[in-house]
T-cell receptor, first 116, second 111 residues
Framework: GAVVSQHPSRVICKSGTSVKIECRSL??????MFWYRQFPKKSLMLMAT?????????EQGVEKDKFLINHASLTLSTLTVTSAHPEDSSFYIC????????????FGPGTRLTVL | RKEVEQDPGPFNVPEGATVAFNCTYS??????FFWYRQDCRKEPKLLMSVYSSGNEDGRFTAQLNRASQYISLLIRDSKLSDSATYLC????????????FGAGTRLFVKA
C-alpha cells in the first residue's frame, strides 16, 4: 500500500515551453500532497504544499506563477513549470500522507526535468 | 545554522562493518523524526521512524536525544546493498506540519 506514482519520469524540453508533471496516489486518498525539488547532491527542498480543492501553499522564494499547482482530486496533483528555463532543470518529487495529520510521507519516483 | 545538519560523508566501510550517522536539528519545537534512504536518482524511501525511547529494526537502530537535539542511525553488519544516501528528516508538527530534510550522508559499503 501507500504507492505514489509520477508521470513523466523524465522530460527534456526547450526553453520557454511549459511542462506538466502528474502525481497520483494509487491506493489511497491524499488530502495533502507535497512538491519537492532536488538539485544534484543537495537535499530535497519543499516547494509547495498542495491541498485538494484549495490553493497551494508555496514556500518562500518559490514563484507561484511559475510553478502552477492544481490538486483537483484526492488522488491527483499536478505541477506545471511554466516558461521553463535551463535553471529549472532538476529532479522534482511529490509525496503524500496516507492520512491527515500523520507525519510519514510516501514519495513518488520523481521526474527528472532537463531544459535545453 | 542549517535547520537539519548531517555529515555529508562519504563513509567508505567494508562489508560487515558497523557504521553510525549523526544528525542535529535546530528547532526545539520539532515533533517527529525519521531516517529515509535515497538511492542515486531515485526517490527517498522511509527507513524508520525515530522515537525518544529508541527503536531497532533488524540491523538498524535509531535513537533520539531531545535535550541535545540529536538523532543517530546505527547500521550493523553492513551489506553492499546498504550503499545509499541516508536522509535525516524532521517534522515541526503533525497536521499542518513542515518537513525539513537534511542534505544526506553518503555511505559506500565495499566488498
Amino acid at each position: 500500500g501507500a504507492v505514489v506514482s509520477q508521470h513523466p519520469s523524465r522530460v527534456i524540453c526547450k526553453s520557454g515551453t511549459s511542462v506538466k508533471i502528474e502525481c497520483r496516489s494509487l491506493d489511497f486518498q491524499a488530502t495533502t500532497m507535497f512538491w519537492y525539488r532536488q538539485f544534484p547532491k543537495k537535499s530535497l527542498m519543499l516547494m509547495a504544499t498542495s491541498n485538494e480543492g484549495s490553493k497551494a501553499t508555496y514556500e518562500q522564494g518559490v514563484e507561484k506563477d511559475k510553478f502552477l499547482i492544481n490538486h483537483a482530486s484526492l488522488t491527483l496533483s499536478t505541477l506545471t513549470v511554466t516558461s521553463a528555463h535551463p535553471e529549472d532543470s532538476s529532479f522534482y518529487i511529490c509525496s503524500a500522507n496516507t492520512q491527515t495529520g500523520t507525519d510519514t510521507q510516501y514519495f513518488g519516483p520523481g521526474t527528472r526535468l532537463t531544459v535545453l | 545554522r542549517k535547520e537539519v545538519e548531517q555529515d555529508p560523508g562519504p563513509f567508505n566501510v567494508p562489508e560487515g562493518a558497523t557504521v553510525a550517522f549523526n544528525c542535529t536539528y535546530s528547532n526545539s519545537a520539532s515533533q517527529s523524526f525519521f531516517w529515509y534512504r535515497q538511492d542515486c536518482r531515485k526517490e527517498p524511501k522511509l527507513l524508520m521512524s525515530v522515537y525518544s525511547s529508541g527503536n531497532e529494526d533488524g540491523r538498524f537502530t535509531a535513537q533520539l536525544n531531545r535535550a541535545s537535539q540529536y538523532i543517530s542511525l546505527l547500521i550493523r553488519d553492513s551489506k553492499l546493498s546498504d550503499s545509499a544516501t541516508y536522509l535525516c528528516v524532521v517534522n515541526l508538527g503533525s497536521g499542518g506540519f513542515k518537513t525539513i530534510f537534511g542534505a544526506g550522508t553518503r555511505l559506500f559499503v565495499k566488498a
